[in-house]
């Protein structure tokens, strides 16, 4: 998703899908443990999301 995207969405749907990618990495990573999975760089991504989500929440709880 790109930036305008993100900040559209609302508080909630944000913390929902923070969970929903953290929980998608926790599996890719033990996915990854037992045997490499086609794109390792799947991870790194979904970190970048992550962090991209995290991000926007915490501007969001600081301009409050």
């Given at each position: 998703?790109?930036?305008?995207?993100?900040?559209?969405l609302?508080?909630?749907?944000?913390?929902?899908?923070?969970?929903?990618f953290?929980?998608?990495?926790?599996?890719?990573?033990?996915?990854h443990?037992?045997?490499?999975?086609e794109?390792?760089?799947?991870i790194?991504?979904l970190?970048?999301?992550?962090?991209?989500?995290?991000?926007e929440?915490?501007?969001?709880?600081?301009?409050?």
């Amino acid at each position: 998703m790109k930036k305008i995207d993100i900040s559209k969405l609302t508080e909630q749907e944000l913390q929902h899908k923070i969970t929903e990618f953290k929980d998608q990495m926790q599996s890719l990573r033990l996915t990854h443990k037992m045997s490499p999975i086609e794109n390792p760089m799947r991870i790194a991504s979904l970190r970048k999301t992550i962090a991209r989500y995290c991000t926007e929440l915490t501007k969001r709880q600081h301009a409050a």
